[in-house]
């Protein structure tokens, strides 16, 4: 399988330290619990979580909606849930890729029935291209072109989650 770059580590740093300015400049004055939907987002939220200048909390919901193929089945199941309740908390909800809009749609309708005080979207990437179901991004790294991206957290059949940048799989021969 080929790889080709598509946006480097020191772009991606720069941008999620303006995020994480963005979410200390909205909070000022709370504590914010941040909840990274695993796997995917585990690099980027451990970035993002040293980016913002406040109190966080954070707890994890991991999610199985791809198995190892790049077709979103359009079934979302929380396979690990959160461990402590959020309700009165202030909640941002951390996702790698906003695809078609499914997982995260879910989650959010999941989450609110649980009465936190605040519930944002943190999103690494977005593929507007594909949506299915509209989703408010709050706090956005980059939009994308329809093109599957792996690193950075993000993997294609579990592989290429430790590159430190953002790359396009090319070619899906094995
Ligand atoms: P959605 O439910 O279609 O929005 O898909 C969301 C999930 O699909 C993401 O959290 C990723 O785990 C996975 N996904 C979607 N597009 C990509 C991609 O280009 N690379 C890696 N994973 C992806
Ligand atoms: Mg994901």
Sequence with gaps: MAIEPLIDAGTIARRVAELGEAITRDFEG???????????????????????????????????SYGD??????????????????????????????DTGLTVSYLRQNLVTRHPA???????????????????????GFTVEDVFIVGYGLDHAQKFRNLPYLAVVTDDDP
């Excluded at 077709?71 to 790698?96: A, C, F, N, R, Y």
């Design 118 to 140: 605040s519930l944002k979207i943190a999103a690494l990437l977005h593929k507007p291209s594909r949506t299915r179901v509209p989703v408010d991004i709050d706090y956005l």
């Design 69 to 98: 193929s790049q077709e979103s089945s359009g079934v979302v199941q929380i396979t690990s849930d959160l461990s402590h309740p959020i309700e009165g908390k202030h909640v941002i909800l951390v996702e790698d890729i906003v």
């Design 30 to 64: 709370h504590d914010v619990i941040i909840v990274p939907v695993l796997k995917g987002s585990y690099v980027f939220a451990a970035d993002l979580a040293r980016q913002i200048d406040l109190d966080v909390g954070v707890d994890f919901l991991a999610v199985r």
